[in-house]
DNA sequence: GAGCACTGC
């Protein structure tokens, strides 16, 4: 065991990194404030001796940028400190927007408590599938940025809003960044309309001259709040270490040694780092010194249930302490209080997109300076803390300042048809915060034309217009409106719903890995992924949707649930449309054949090796290893597949056995449609 | 014969 050879700059004061981390609380447990001393708790953020100046700057500007740390309360009352000054009377309601679902929720619970209202009545949130609000009396309405994006689709000009918030906005979410570029529009044709901008980073002045560009003086302003956090001390590495993963362990071990109390959190890009760093410290315990608080080692990620997510809650007992290895889940989406140390190996999974392959795959790369200052400040929520990062200073000094928007690393065809039904059709003008590269839009308008969603004009095709508004991919779309030609809406429904959700099959580890298989095995389907994901489907559903009954057949509870509520939301879309919803009656050719008209250009033909070849491109795709055609050859040598990632090597996900002839059948449908018109 | 961060409608 070596020694810790960190380098201590000091603590992190006022003005420091620190500053910049973000007030979100999205656990998953958060105990009420007692509603006791409310007010009270209220006065006291630091936001309380700025509102009146923030009610100035909203009256004055059309645009405010809120600039605030941790813990000062904007999310909570600067919603509330409108509604106090009018912007809610006469049937105006006051939007906050959240990137994550959990969020929302969490926050209207609060603040409906704070407002001393039942939640759904004055204070509401919206989400998809929930929507714990009224139409007349909500006047403070939390919600998913994706939520109030779709509602752009209904109410162009969002006029039901007198004032939008788009809180998080550092994040850089999809669409908080496509909402951003509406609103600038909107408000040239609302100019009583307001908006609100918060951050957590500085990037603001980014924001403030987007804004400002091509508008009136006087369109924004930017006000800087205090934080309420503690001092979290920043130790770095001397030097740059081969294995991060050994070393987040041993320096988890010395905090233990050497440390006053408190949980350890440690930040690692993916689940297979996290279970072997929780090894290393696993076969270090037995020579724990006499009288050294006991290690209760923990992982946290998504591919955990909740059951087992939440059992990083349980307070540590006396004498041990909670050492959790998490991914970035850690970093926003759950917060752990009781944390003091926390270990940053300064790397993160992102997804990345490729416009020119049109790849998407998953990288380890450094973590963004603002990334790391938000690891950083997860220990110091409940008490001063310590952040030990296993690099050195110069390397953070060097990392980028924050994560790139996702708009700028994903595939835009979905969007792109979505702000086409918006009449945004010149996307060379459309004023982006940050632009997607035009690589990207290239690719995304060219597939949007050959599927028949957009004509020569550029503009959407009364299909497009169609499938612009079903929650899915646009594949599947497609599919969804095709069901009617084969008679498979019933099926087809199901099908679209299991491939929107990830993880339907639970894999555990060593023994009861194999089990699992065996039980997945049990819903096969010789055609292929997408029927077996049917009969897993329907099988859930025979069998009462029982989480114990999940269990015993290696399914994700959480997951089926999820497809459940999809398939009813995309029911409701289907009978708008006028689209019937009938069975196929066990006849998987015609399911098959309407699969081939979502899927046609992921077409792929099987050679001599065992690998697969695009009809696009020719390139060489492997089975995923959990496709049941991942030992078998498709009998008439054709597939279409689901998706293709780039890992390793490139591979494809979920694939079904077609007749190659069918490709060329179903595939064009809505183009020789369109061409012939 | 192989694995995957996180969100969202």
Request: neutral net charge; aromatic residues 8%.
């Amino acid at each position: 065991m070596t020694s810790l050879t960190f380098w201590k700059p000091g603590t992190a004061g006022p003005g420091s990194s620190l500053d910049r981390a973000t007030e979100q609380e999205g656990n998953i447990i958060q105990s009420a404030p007692s509603s006791f001393s409310m007010e009270s708790q209220r006065e006291r953020l630091p936001i309380a001796k700025h509102k009146m100046k923030l009610l100035h700057c909203v009256e004055k500007y059309p645009v405010t940028i809120v600039v605030g740390q941790t813990g000062c309360g904007k999310t909570t009352q600067l919603p509330q400190y409108l509604m106090e000054a009018g912007w809610a009377a006469d049937g105006n309601v006051i939007a906050c927007t959240q990137p994550r679902r959990v969020a929302a929720t969490s926050v209207a619970n609060r603040v409906a408590a704070e407002a001393n209202t039942t939640l759904g009545d004055k204070v509401g949130y919206t989400i998809r599938f929930e929507d714990v609000s009224d139409k007349t009396r909500t006047r403070i309405r939390y919600m998913t940025d994706g939520m109030l994006f779709r509602e752009t689709l209904v109410d162009p000009l969002l006029s039901r809003y007198s004032v939008i918030m788009i809180d998080e906005a550092h994040e850089r979410s999809l669409y908080t960044d496509l909402l951003l570029g509406i609103l600038k529009k909107i408000l040239r044709k609302r100019p009583s309309l307001r908006l609100i901008i918060s951050s957590a980073t500085l990037d603001a002045t980014q924001l403030l001259n987007y804004f400002e560009a091509s508008n009136p003086p006087d369109m924004a302003t930017i006000i800087s709040l205090e934080g309420r956090m503690y001092p979290v001390e920043v130790s770095y590495l001397q030097d740059p270490v081969a294995d991060y993963v050994k070393k987040a362990a041993e320096v988890a071990w010395h905090i233990n040694l050497e440390s006053k109390p408190g949980d350890v959190l440690v930040f690692l890009p993916g689940r297979e780092d996290i279970e072997r760093c929780l090894e290393e410290l696993v076969e270090m315990i037995p020579v724990l010194p006499r009288g050294a608080p006991q290690i209760i080692p923990l992982a946290l990620h998504a591919g955990m249930s909740t059951e087992e997510q939440l059992r990083v809650f349980n307070p540590a007992e006396r004498n041990t302490r909670k050492i959790i290895a998490a991914t970035n889940i850690a970093e926003a989406s759950v917060t752990i209080d009781g944390v003091r140390y926390v270990v940053d190996c300064g790397f993160v999974k992102i997804r990345i997109y490729n416009p020119t392959t049109t790849l998407a795959s998953l990288a380890t790369v450094p973590v963004s300076a603002a990334s790391a200052t938000q690891r950083a400040g997860r220990a110091g929520r409940t008490a001063p803390g310590v952040c030990y990062r296993l690099y050195s200073e110069s390397t953070f000094n060097s990392l980028s300042p924050s994560t790139p928007p996702e708009i700028t690393r994903t595939d835009m065809t979905t969007p792109i048809l979505q702000l086409k039904s918006l009449g945004i059709d010149d996307l060379m003008k459309f004023e982006w915060v940050s632009a997607p590269p035009s690589e990207s839009v290239l690719r995304a308008l060219e597939s949007l034309a050959t599927a028949g969603m957009i004509g020569e004009d550029g503009r959407l095709t009364a299909v497009g217009e169609k499938v612009a508004e079903f929650p899915v991919d646009v594949n599947i779309a497609r599919m969804l409106l095709c069901s009617k030609d084969f008679k498979c809406g019933e099926e087809i429904l199901t099908i679209a719903a299991m491939t929107s959700v990830q993880d339907v099959f639970v894999i555990p580890e060593g023994a009861p890995g194999a089990i699992a298989e065996l039980e997945r095995r049990k819903f096969t389907a010789e055609e292929g992924d997408h029927l077996t994901l049917l009969n897993a489907y329907n099988a859930f559903t025979r069998y009462g949707r029982s989480s114990s009954w999940c269990k015993s057949h290696a399914l994700n509870f959480r997951t089926m649930s999820r497809a459940v509520s999809i398939r009813a939301q995309l029911k409701k879309y289907m009978s708008r449309f006028g689209l019937p919803t009938e069975s196929c009656q066990g006849d998987a050719k015609r399911l098959r054949q309407c699969l081939v008209s979502g899927y046609w250009r992921n077409g792929a033909r099987w050679v001599d090796d065992g690998t697969y070849r695009s009809v696009k491109g020719n390139k060489i795709l492997h089975v995923h290893p959990t496709s049941v055609l991942f030992t078998r050859k498709p009998r008439s040598g054709w597939v279409i597949f689901h998706e293709l990632e780039e890992t390793k090597k490139t591979q494809v996900r979920i694939l079904t056995e077609i007749e190659p002839d069918w490709l060329l059948d179903y595939g064009h449908k809505f183009y020789s449609k369109h061409e012939a018109a």
